[in-house]
Structure formats: C-alpha cells, structure tokens
C-alpha cells in the first residue's frame, strides 16, 4: 500500500479517497502508526507548509483537515486498540470573553493532523477551566486563542490561574491570535507564541522538547 496516495488526498482535500485509501490500508493490515506517519502527517505538513506560504488559504486547509478526519475516523478505534500514544497532549480555547475560533479550530487541526491529542474546550472559556484540564487530563500544552484586545488580559489570568492551582509546573503555556505577539507572550509568562496555525505545530514541538 502506498501512503504517499493517502497524504496526496489529504493535500487535495478529497474525503472520499482518503477513507478509500485508508481502509485499504487497513485491509492490508499496515500498523495505525504508519498510516498517520506516512499519511496524515506527511499530508498535513504539506498542508501546513503551503499556509505558511500563502499557497493555502483558511478554505484549503479546512477542505484538507476534513479529509484527514475522514482517514482518522477509521484508524480512532485501531489506535485505541493497540495503546499508541500520541505525540502529545494538548488542550485548546479562546480566552475568557471572546467568541472567536476560526483560529483556533485551525490551530487544533494542524495538532491533530501532526499527530497530537487534542481536547478543545471551545470558546469563551475560563481561566478555572483551563487549570481543570491540565489538572484532571494530563494536558501537556495548553494553547490559549484571542482575537480581540479586550480580551488578551485573559490569558494572563489563565496564567494566574494555573499557579493558584498548583499545576503551572505541569504544563507548556502557548498563545496566540491576531493581536497577540512575542512581546506580550514574554510580558504575561507564557511559554510560546504561535503567529499562525502552521507555526503552532513547531511551537509545540519546541516546548515539548524543552
């Protein structure tokens, strides 16, 4: 079976060859894994790179997560069966305040294409939230979204919040979003800033390795 079939599906968008790809992969007993290594994250780099670029626009990489979903979908239960673990575990959320999540919803399917686990808390979500899911999940990186000034004082209260709770120690801060930048990351104490969904990938990948 030849992934690099899957991967070019994901690149194009096209749900229906990446199940049909998928499931013929399965039939051929190819481990999960290597279905995501050579498949999803090969694809969804391409994808990735492409945005970064300015090849892909918000449209195209909508269009190629939802082939990479429809792939994922049939591998879940083979991954839950035999215990792989993801990359990592991150947790994803637009701050307190703020309804936006384009972004965010962006962010979560470069980490899921790049073979994380992703739990998103959704929009509008409190800083004790956050600290709940770090505390009760195992989250690793926790990735906070926002778009609207007014809104940014937030994620400086998650941090906040991470430290009443005792679990600060416990996880990787990254955030992002249309006013935030580099400056502001350093300035509240979190531990990375993602200037776009294809950067978060990399962004993650360094605090992990920190």
Not at 68 to 78: F, G, Q
Request: proline share 4%; glycine share 10%; net charge negative.
């Amino acid at each position: 079976m030849e992934l690099k079939e899957l991967a070019d599906a994901i690149i194009a968008g096209n749900r229906d060859r990446a199940r049909e790809v998928t499931e013929q992969a399965i039939a051929e007993k190819t481990p999960p894994q290597q279905i995501i290594n050579d498949g999803l994250i090969a694809g969804m780099s391409v994808v990735g790179a492409k945005f970064k670029n300015n090849e892909f626009y918000v449209p195209e990489v909508l269009i190629a997560a939802r082939a990479m979903h429809a792939s994922l979908d049939l591998l879940r239960p083979l991954i839950a069966e035999g215990g792989i673990e993801p990359v990592g575990r991150v947790a994803i959320g637009t701050v307190k305040g703020d309804l936006h999540d384009i972004g965010k919803n962006l962010v979560a399917m470069m980490l899921e294409g790049a073979g994380y686990e992703v739990k998103d808390l959704g929009v509008d979500v409190k800083p004790e939230q956050f600290a709940e899911a770090v505390r009760d999940q195992g989250i690793q990186v926790l990735a906070l979204s926002a778009l609207l000034t007014t809104t940014m004082p937030a994620m400086a209260e998650t941090i906040n919040a991470l430290k009443a709770a005792g679990v600060r120690d416990r996880v990787k801060v990254m955030i992002g979003g249309a006013p935030i930048t580099q400056s502001y990351a350093d300035e509240i104490g979190a531990d990375g800033y993602a200037p776009d969904a294809a950067s978060a990938v990399d962004t993650a990948q360094e605090l992990l390795a920190a």
